[in-house]
């Protein structure tokens, strides 16, 4: 049997560990996890339907770098 | 990741991220840099009659050597050839065909011009733009049947080389161009302006559809822009819609539209007005001096061509055109 001191201890890790999981996830999603999940499929289409079959690139003319 | 990129080709300005492939489905940004995916690729390769373009007063009863890649810079709902221009390049049968072949061949096959067609040219521009140049050297006309939907700078560019241009103008009204086609109208118009000023020989294609862009008031205004922004001697081909791609549930177009589009130009001034994909007298080039019929046609074929160099036989009235 727990005592209440101990049980209200793992209580507040167990909520302090939770609420650091749920930031981590929201800072991630807001800065990146998205972006890499799109990027990481965008690569893996380049790399198995358009560099693995053979197409060729060629530099294209009238575009500019974007901010 | 790598730096975003703007094309800057077509009015749409698509922002790509790295491995991003713009809206025409032909262009990448790899390594903060724009590549051409169909360079040298294209997926139709054929000989027309410039007729078929349609070209009615460019170069009359000449062959074209016609070519084109995957891609389109719009997304038309009556499409023709939507097989491809709503393709990908890497989902497309093509083969290589590098601008020196090109030009090449249609020497070889006795064709006074190249024609970039089929789906939008403005998607293999530079595939486009280097075969246009050799082929001026080698004493080829450049032509391309487009949409128009190009952005000025690239389009003044590609006039240094081009001979002719036919332009689809696909309705009068933003609200067409918006719906049906996933574009706009004013950028179609400032290109026509832009082409007409650089003086490549230009005629325009109005496709007629049953309910989406048939209303004669607004065909009226529309052959009013062309004269006064264009003149009245630019020639103009109503072509018969038929049921195809995403707009099957619609019929079509009946012949006594055609004819009263026809009626309705010719009042607002144009002076060459065709019906296409239909077979009628409208595909015949009449004198405006004389009336009498200078070019008569049977579909793509010239049965009979009355023009001596550039002026009508008959009257010795001067046609507007490339006729030689």
């Known amino acids: ?67 | 990741m790598g730096k975003k990129v703007q094309c800057d080709l077509c009015p749409t300005e698509c922002v790509l991220e790295e491995y991003q492939v713009g809206g025409c489905r032909t262009r990448i940004n790899k390594g903060g840099v724009l590549y051409s995916l169909v360079y040298g690729k294209p997926c139709a390769v054929a000989i027309d009659p410039i007729e078929k373009k349609p070209f009615f007063h460019f170069l009359p009863a000449t062959r074209a050597f016609s070519i084109a890649t995957a891609g389109c810079v719009l997304g038309c709902k009556f499409c023709q050839n939507w097989q491809i221009s709503q393709a990908a390049p890497e989902n497309t049968d093509t083969k290589t065909l590098l601008p020196d072949d090109v030009v090449r061949q249609a020497v070889f096959y006795g064709c006074r011009s190249i024609t970039y067609t089929y789906t939008e040219p403005t998607v293999f521009y530079e595939y486009m733009y280097d075969t246009a140049v050799i082929a001026r050297g080698r004493g080829i006309r450049n032509t391309m049947h487009s949409c128009g939907y190009i952005k000025e700078r690239p389009l003044r560019g590609l006039c240094r080389y081009l001979d002719a241009a036919d332009v689809d103008l696909k309705a009068f009204t933003e609200d067409f161009y918006s719906r049906i086609c996933g574009g706009r109208l004013r950028p179609v118009l400032d290109s026509l302006v832009v082409l007409r000023a650089a003086g490549v020989w230009t005629e325009i294609t109005n496709l007629l559809i049953p309910t989406l862009n048939d209303d004669m008031a607004k065909i009226r205004e529309m052959c009013v822009w062309i004269v006064k922004n264009l003149g009245a001697g630019v020639p103009l081909h109503f072509s018969r819609f038929f049921p195809h791609y995403r707009l099957k549930d619609l019929p079509p177009t009946p012949v006594q539209t055609l004819t009263d589009a026809r009626a309705t130009a010719m009042e607002a001034g144009l002076q060459f007005v065709y019906i296409g994909n239909l077979r009628s007298d409208a595909e015949n080039t009449p004198c405006p001096g004389c009336g009498r019929v200078i070019i008569e046609r049977a579909g793509y074929e010239v049965k009979q061509n009355h023009l001596r160099g550039d002026a009508c036989r008959f009257c010795g009235t001067k046609i507007p055109g490339v006729w030689n």
């Open chain 1, 1 to 67: 049997m727990m005592h209440d001191t101990r049980k209200g201890r793992l209580l507040l890790t167990l909520t302090i560990a939770l609420m650091v999981l749920v930031l981590a996830y929201t800072a991630l999603t807001e800065f990146g996890i998205a972006d890499m999940e799109g990027y990481i499929q965008r690569r893996l289409y380049y790399e198995r339907s358009i560099s693995g079959k053979g197409m060729d690139l060629h530099k294209a003319m009238h575009w500019r770098e974007s901010p």
